[in-house]
């Protein structure tokens, strides 16, 4: 059997198809140059921002709240009260993270902390990375970006940005039998949201792409009937900002106002975990210094 064609109609459907092909390649050609655009922007608001925010300190209130299946409150919160402040080194290189959130300890549930007093294992850090130090140019090459429209938080218009880490380094453990760490890169994605206008970023949410399985580290091995495996079920962090105003000289800056951690962790049985951060009486402060002669 023998099927003809006229050759009209083949030459019109190739190019018909040609064109589709050219406008999609556009199209994400255009989408791509778009979002790395806005990166750019977001990347250099972040380096104003920290600029900035290092001659600030605030008061940071933390609890540490034990959850339920259902994600509701067991029992009570452990509650601290924290004077932390912003440091950036803009030259930092390799791992280290270019700002870093600093941590004085003032009251352990509403009491000065005394002499002894060790943080808990899921307190936080004294010195921990600053969340946005991603969308540095130093950074960005770890994630992959695209824009995903408009939005609005509490009633603003803002931009979104989704990103994904690009990291396929495997997870590791650290720490001893009563405290583990978990390094789990490569293995993160969230949205950032920012005004069109001034890139202001104006809240951030980050998450696991999946379940992650970690070895647990030698000490903790050591530990009789400690599990071989910690399974990371979900590690999601919600940063909400807001615009905090300060005189002499007058200025307004977007500020965090409020973290939360939710973490569900499998190992010896499971641990429920939500830790909120609500950060309040913002203020600058003034070094001292001296001329020695």
């Known amino acids: 059997m023998v099927l003809r064609v006229h050759s009209g109609v083949s030459g019109l459907l190739a190019s018909a198809t040609t064109l589709v092909a050219l406008v999609c390649v556009a199209s994400s050609v255009a989408a791509q140059s778009g979002a790395e655009q806005t990166v750019e922007r977001l990347g250099e608001y972040v380096a104003r921002y920290y600029e900035r925010a290092q001659s600030l300190m605030a008061d940071e209130a933390v609890a540490v709240q034990p959850l339920d299946r259902d994600l509701s409150a067991l029992g009570f919160p452990r509650r601290l009260v924290y004077e932390v402040r912003l440091e950036w080194n803009p030259s930092a290189v390799g791992d280290d993270s ?18 002894g007093d060790e943080p808990k294992c899921l307190d936080p850090k004294g010195i921990s990375p600053e969340p946005l130090a991603f969308l540095l140019p130093a950074r960005r090459h770890e994630f992959t970006f695209r ?11 803002t931009m979104l940005v989704e990103y994904r880490s690009l990291k396929t ?3 590791t453990a650290d720490g001893d039998k009563d405290c583990i760490s978990f390094n789990i890169p490569g293995r993160s994605r969230g949205r950032v949201w920012a005004d069109p206008e001034t890139a202001e970023i104006v809240r951030f949410d980050e998450q696991l792409t999946g379940i992650v399985d970690v070895r ?6 050591r530990k009789p009937g400690s599990p071989l495996y910690w399974t990371i079920e ?9 615009r905090v105003t300060f005189q002499d000289p007058e200025e307004t ?13 499998r190992g010896e049985g499971v641990q429920r975990m939500r830790i909120t951060q ?16």
């Open 98 to 115: 270019p700002a870093t959130i600093t941590r004085q300890l003032m009251t352990i549930n509403g009491k000065p902390p005394r002499p």
């Open 147 to 157: 824009s995903a429209g408009l939005a609005r938080v509490d009633g603003r218009a």
């Open 169 to 171: 380094d495997p997870p």
């Open 216 to 221: 647990s580290p030698p000490a903790q091995l």
């Open 234 to 242: 979900r590690a999601d962090t919600s940063i909400a900002y807001r």
């Open 253 to 265: 800056l977007v500020l965090p106002a409020r973290v939360e951690t939710v973490t569900v962790i």
């Open 278 to 293: 609500t950060l309040t009486n913002y203020r600058r402060f003034i070094t001292a210094s001296r001329i020695v002669q």
